[in-house]
């Protein structure tokens, strides 16, 4: 769902900011892309959203409030180091067909 990948590439994109900045550049700019993207389309499509909502989503689901000292360990940095080596235009193109398709943002299945 867009709303749980909304969750994952927020959070990616705060780990590489704060546990990883300027290691891999390319990567963080794909991530804040999508981030936008999607930011973008919830915006657009949830019918109860509002830039301050967002935000809020983006502070409880995305970490972009969490401190360094939180944020990188554990999972969180595992996950970002599978996403260095992820197929970046694969992902990028399946979450592009997802955010073709107007409509109201879900959850879905996440991972």
């Known amino acids: 769902g867009i709303v749980c ?8 994109a705060s780990v590489g900011a704060k546990c990883f900045p300027g290691k891999n550049p390319r990567l963080q700019a794909d ?3 999508l981030v936008t993207k999607i930011d973008a389309y ?8 509002s ?16 401190p360094p000292s939180e944020l990188c360990q554990g999972d969180a940095v595992t996950m970002y180091q599978a996403f260095e080596r992820a197929d970046w235009p694969k992902l990028r193109q399946e979450l592009d067909k ?3 398709r107007d409509g109201e943002p879900t959850w879905g299945t996440c991972l």
Do not use: C, E
């Open 5 to 12: 990948a909304w969750a994952i590439y927020t959070t990616m």
């Open 31 to 33: 991530l804040d892309d």
């Open 42 to 49: 919830v915006l657009r499509n949830a019918r109860s959203m």
């Open 51 to 66: 830039p301050a909502l967002i935000a809020d989503f983006k502070r409880r689901q995305g970490h972009v409030d969490t």
């Open 98 to 100: 997802g955010l073709a």
